[in-house]
């Protein structure tokens, strides 16, 4: 799967995208393939307070679990309710329907910290 270049990614396999003034956050093609088949997605509390590179989340596949981390500082004002019943959305659609949740970001310069989808790829 190609990964839409827009977005930016952290060395840990999240991915980050501008959405008006918040950065959607889901993990990228490669560590979802990584892990399998998804079993189980824990996720942040809304109003959470995270800082970049904060341990956020678990997801559990049928092989190993697998922490997910913030990747930039601010609050978490969404999160993607629909995963609790169907993580394998993540699976089948990592970069549409397979997000994991929203951070209302407290600099979005922040995102200058992350990798470019070039980086990204050739760091696998």
Do not use: C
């Not at 990228?28 to 307070?49: K, N």
């Not at 970049?52 to 049928?62: F, K, M, N, R, Y």
Request: aromatic share 8%; proline share 5%.
């Amino acid at each position: 799967m190609q990964h839409p270049a827009e977005l930016k990614y952290a060395s840990s396999h999240e991915w980050a995208k501008i959405e008006g003034d918040l950065v959607v956050t889901g993990i990228s093609d490669h560590a979802q393939d990584a892990l399998g088949d998804l079993v189980y997605i824990e996720l942040p509390e809304i109003g959470r307070e995270v800082t970049a590179g904060e341990q956020t989340g678990v997801v559990e596949s049928v092989k190993t679990a697998s922490d997910i981390y913030a990747p930039v500082a601010g609050t978490i004002v969404e999160i993607n309710t629909t995963l609790e019943d169907d993580p394998d959305f993540v699976n089948d659609d990592p970069y549409g329907k397979g997000w994991l949740y929203k951070i209302k970001p407290h600099n979005l310069d922040d995102l200058d910290n992350l990798l470019s989808n070039t980086d990204y790829e050739a760091g696998l």
